[in-house]
């Protein structure tokens, strides 16, 4: 790891890492549930339709904040589609991601999309490039941000740039600035896209697929590579309003000890996944083989195997069977701080399915200690149901089911 570049955090730096580009490496040893980042999005956009015949959803959010409007809403003073929660966030709106020039282009994308039949991502992509070109005219820095984070444009197909591109272009005309409107501009723009927005969850509900309520662009988040044993995770707090934090904010924590100088990654999608969806959905969405230690293990597992660690992270009872006594093994060879030792490399997931992933019925979150005071907390948080357990409570469930 060489050619450090600025430091993002005090307690990040960003690293080029052979073979996956910029990442952010620990500048300090850092402790169990440490926060290392919190981060507000540059750019955010709704994952709704443009059109969409379910009338409730289109009113649920505030188009400024995300939080779910609970009380009456405020509206905005052009358009039909948009609410807000209070008049401050419509003020906010207004002269940034609710702009008049926005809410021209959203309403004339409404109203001309059936000549263009696009399918429901594509709509969300055209969202994503009105934002994006609002952006350049709003705040020129946060644009900047924008073009230096990766994104290969090659990656995007061209039938979809020229699509949304011509789209786009029958909007209101406005004033682009000094980064203009082109071609080339928008393919880059969905690169970007693809490679590094979040999606902002609905917060989890046992008995429904958790959707994606908005999509955004964060400056530093953007830094962190995959690997599918991560060492960090990501927490949002949609809807909550713990210690009054934005509810478009990203809060990024260890799991576990990390030392100074290692990368640290996120997953980016649950840790359940088996080695071939993984493999197909890093390279189809981030245009990567992983080589990370998880999948070098599993690149040899036959696909019996795969198959048996199926898409609910379960396995089928017979291995379970066989793996009980492994687990016993792998738990002796964990060291004081919860780091694997060396021994483990074979079978590093064990340990990491069992101590790290959230065993409530259909979540497959992440677990992370909450942030240590003077030592570490053994209190676990789980990054996408907010489940609290204790760390011991979890090691006897998690080897119970
Ligand atoms: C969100 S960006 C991460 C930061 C990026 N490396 C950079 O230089 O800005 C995602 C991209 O990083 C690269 N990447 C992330 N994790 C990787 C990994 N484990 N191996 C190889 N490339 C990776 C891929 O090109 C991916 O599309």
Redesign the pocket.
């Known amino acids: 790891m060489e050619n450090i570049c600025k430091s993002p955090h005090p307690l990040l730096k960003m690293a080029e890492i052979e073979?996956?580009?910029?990442?952010l490496v620990s500048t300090q040893p850092l402790k169990p549930g440490q926060v290392i980042l919190k981060d507000s999005p540059l750019l955010l956009y709704s994952a709704s339709p443009l059109v969409t015949s379910n009338q409730q959803h289109k009113n649920t959010f505030c188009s400024n904040c995300y939080r779910v409007i609970l009380q009456s809403p405020v509206s905005c003073p052009w358009c039909t589609s948009s609410f807000f929660c209070t008049s401050n966030c419509q003020s906010i709106a207004l002269s940034s991601s609710h702009t008049p020039w926005i809410c021209q282009s959203l309403n004339h994308l409404r109203n001309s999309l059936s000549s263009h039949n696009l399918i429901v991502d594509q709509q969300i992509q055209a969202r994503f490039l009105i934002s994006a070109y609002n952006l350049a005219v709003v705040s020129p820095s946060s644009f900047r941000v924008l073009l230096s984070?990766?994104g290969d444009p090659s990656f995007v197909s061209e039938k979809d740039v020229l699509l949304l591109h011509s789209l786009v272009a029958t909007c209101p005309s406005a004033n682009l600035g000094e980064f203009g409107f082109s071609k080339e501009l928008t393919a880059a723009l969905l690169a970007k896209d693809k490679?590094?927005a979040f999606g902002l969850m609905e917060p989890f509900a046992p008995d429904r697929e958790r959707g994606v309520r908005a999509y955004g662009i964060y400056p530093m988040a953007?830094?962190?590579?995959?690997?599918c044993l991560p060492n960090a995770c990501r927490f949002e707090y949609v809807d909550t309003d713990v210690n009054n934090r934005s509810n478009t904010d990203i809060i990024v924590r260890v799991i576990h000890d990390v030392p100074e100088g290692r990368e640290i990654?996120l997953s980016y999608f649950p840790v359940n996944f088996k080695y071939s969806e993984r493999q197909q959905r890093l390279k189809e969405d981030?245009?990567?083989t992983?080589?990370?230690d998880r999948c070098v293990v599993e690149a040899n597992w036959s696909d019996q195997e795969d198959d048996a660690m199926d898409k609910d992270g379960e396995e089928s009872e017979e291995e379970e069977d066989e793996e009980m006594e492994e687990d016993v093994d792998v738990d002796n060879e964990v060291n004081v701080n919860g780091e694997m030792e060396e021994r483990d490399q074979d079978f590093p997931h064990a340990y990491f399915f069992l101590r790290y992933m959230c065993n409530r019925e259909n979540c497959w979150g992440t677990l992370a200690p909450l942030p240590p005071d003077a030592s570490p907390s053994t209190v676990m948080e789980c990054n996408v149901c907010g489940n609290l357990s204790k760390s011991d409570e979890l090691m006897v469930g998690a080897g119970d089911h």
Do not use: P, T, W
């Not at 073979?19 to 990442?23: L, S």
């Not at 953007?222 to 690997?227: I, L, Q």
């Open positions: 073979g996956r580009g910029r990442g984070l990766q490679v590094n953007s830094f962190f590579n995959h690997d990654c981030y245009g990567f992983c080589n990370c």
